[in-house]
Structures are given as C-alpha cells and as structure tokens.
C-alpha cells in the first residue's frame, strides 16, 4: 500500500504570512501518462472537504492563485503565498495513483 | 449545478444495518464514478472505495470488504452504502463524492451522513 506522509501536523500562521504543507509519499506517483496522481483537499470546520489541487499542481475551479501545487518525485508541496482567515481547516493531501489514500492531514490555525 | 443531497443522520444498534443514500443531480450520473469516504470523529479522512456508475463495479479499499456494499439505481440517480453488521467503530460520518473530469477521484463532494452505533 502506498503510505502518505504529511507535516507539519499542526500550522499556525499569521494573515498575510506564506505558508507551506509537505507530504510524501512511499512510491512514485508518477502515471504512465505523465501526471502526478497526487490531490490537495481542505476540510473547512463543519463542511465538506472541498478539491483544492489536483493532479499535483493544478488548481481545482474557483480556487484562488494564492494557491499552488509543486512536485519533486516522491515529495509534494502545497503553498498558501499569503495566508487569509478563510484557509483555516484541514489540509489533506491523497494519492490516487493506487487504491487511494489520504495523508494524516495537516490543522492550519490563524493566530 | 453539481449537487450531492445525502440522506439523514442514523442511530443504529449493533448488529444492525443502514443504507445512506446520495442523490446527485445537474450532470449525467453514469458519466462520473462514485466515491465513499469515511471520518470517524476527530479523525481524518478514509477512502473506502469507489462505484463505476456506468458498469455497477464496485471497488472496495482494504478494511472495507464485507460488511460494505456500495449500489445504484441509475434511474433516480442515487448511489447508495450499505453497510450491516454494525458495531461501534462505524460511528462516522460518511461522505460521497463525484470523481473528476480527469480521474475517478474525489471532487465534488456531498454534505455528509452521521452514522451513530450505540445500543
């Protein structure tokens, strides 16, 4: 089974600071085609979770710029470039390249 | 516009069974696949697998054979998790979700199904 790791596990940031969420993964996710089969969700409190990023570095519909996706082999990257209020939650990263699974999740605070 | 209505909260028994139902709408149903994610509390997300709403095929991720059956009836477009045998361990909350344009992964996503197993 491929095993996802994130970190940190807990983030708090400042409004307006960058912020950055790292997960890994055991084996390549890299599909024959050429695409990361690596996926980004939030999980807002009490709703849903909703698409962030998908196949490792694009963003979902309606998702703001100030978020991105980067790769680099087994290591993915999910960066905020200026942090507001409404990012709070849940993030999670997923791979969907085997029988999918999700990281462990990563609690972003505002201070 | 894509919608996932989920059925309401249930309180079972152990031993008993429940059926959480998902009515989509504002697409063709059999064009996208079906995902189940679990959350048990204060926990974090579990796929528990997917439906091919065109064939019926279901596929089950490891811990979620036996006890769980995803269906269909693509005339009402719903999808449907049945899960029997309860024990409180499955006291989640349960969440379909639509795969995307670009694969049978999570996109759009329904509100949820609080699944509660106390005797």
């Known amino acids: 089974d491929i095993v996802m790791t994130q970190s940190p596990l807990s983030l708090p940031v400042t409004p307006g600071e960058p912020a950055s969420i790292s997960c890994r993964s055991s084996?390549?996710?890299?599909?024959?085609?050429?695409?990361?089969?690596l996926h980004w969700y939030l999980q807002k409190p009490g709703q849903s979770p909703q698409l962030l990023i998908f196949?490792?570095?694009n963003r979902a519909s309606g998702v703001p710029d100030r978020f991105s996706g980067s790769v680099s082999g087994t290591d993915f990257t999910l960066k905020i470039s200026r942090v507001e209020a409404e990012d709070a939650g849940v993030y999670y990263c997923?791979?969907?390249?085997?029988?999918?699974?999700f990281g462990q999740g990563t609690k972003l605070e505002i201070k | 516009q894509v919608q996932l209505a989920q059925s309401g909260s249930e309180l079972k028994k152990p031993g008993a069974s429940v059926k959480v139902s998902c009515k989509a709408s504002?697409?063709?149903?059999?064009?996208?696949?079906m995902n189940w994610v679990r959350q048990a509390p204060g926990q974090g997300l579990e796929w528990m697998g997917w439906?091919?709403?065109?064939?019926?095929?279901?596929t089950y991720a490891q811990g979620f054979t036996g006890r769980f059956v995803f269906s269909l009836d693509t005339s009402v477009s719903t999808a449907y998790l049945e899960i029997s045998s309860l024990r409180a361990e499955d006291t989640a909350v349960y969440f379909c979700?639509?795969?995307?344009?670009?694969?049978?992964?999570?996109?759009?996503w329904g509100q949820g199904t609080q699944v509660t197993v106390s005797s």
């Open positions: 084996q390549s996710l890299l599909h024959s085609i050429g695409y990361n089969y």
């Open positions: 504002g697409y063709n149903f059999t064009s996208y696949a």
């Open positions: 979700a639509r795969g995307h344009d670009y694969g049978d992964f999570p996109d759009y």
């Open positions: 196949l490792g570095s």
């Open positions: 997923m791979q969907a390249l085997q029988m999918y699974t």
């Open positions: 439906i091919n709403t065109n064939t019926g095929n279901p």
